[in-house]
């Protein structure tokens, strides 16, 4: 198991910029990847970038295209930590952003989500 809290919510104008961290419950070392996703009211849950975490997986990093060149994803495994980092924030990046951990298990994928934090961007 593994519990994901997020944070850096908030409500930010049109060009803002906001970081939201997701801080998991154990090392994410030992978990293959960790991920952004953001649902928007009416609308289904959309992948917004996903970094490898792994040991020795070298931290590769996908973003969507919608977010490329505005959001970057990070971690620092010491912190059991991973980032997105938003900057030139337009409204229709409002929306619930979602923390997932993915492991794999005795040959199995388990995928863990955070609560979700808030991001609002006013025009």
């Known amino acids: 198991q593994v519990q994901l809290v997020e944070s850096g919510g908030g409500t930010v104008q049109a060009g803002g910029s906001l970081r939201l961290s997701c801080a998991a419950s154990?090392?994410?070392?030992?978990?293959?990847?960790m991920g952004w996703y953001r649902q928007a009211p009416g609308k289904e849950r959309e992948l917004v970038a996903v970094?490898?975490?792994?040991?020795?997986?070298?931290?590769?990093?996908l973003h969507a295209d919608s977010v490329k060149g505005r959001f970057t994803i990070s971690r620092d495994n010491a912190k059991n930590t991973v980032y997105l980092q938003m900057n030139t924030l337009k409204p229709e990046d409002t929306a619930v952003y979602y923390c997932?951990?993915?492991?794999?298990?005795?040959?199995?994928?388990?995928?863990?989500w955070g609560q979700g934090t808030q991001v609002t961007v006013s025009s």
């Open positions: 997932n951990a993915g492991e794999t298990v005795d040959g199995s994928v388990r995928n863990y």
């Open positions: 154990r090392s994410i070392s030992s978990i293959n990847d």
């Open positions: 970094i490898l975490t792994g040991a020795g997986a070298g931290g590769r990093a």
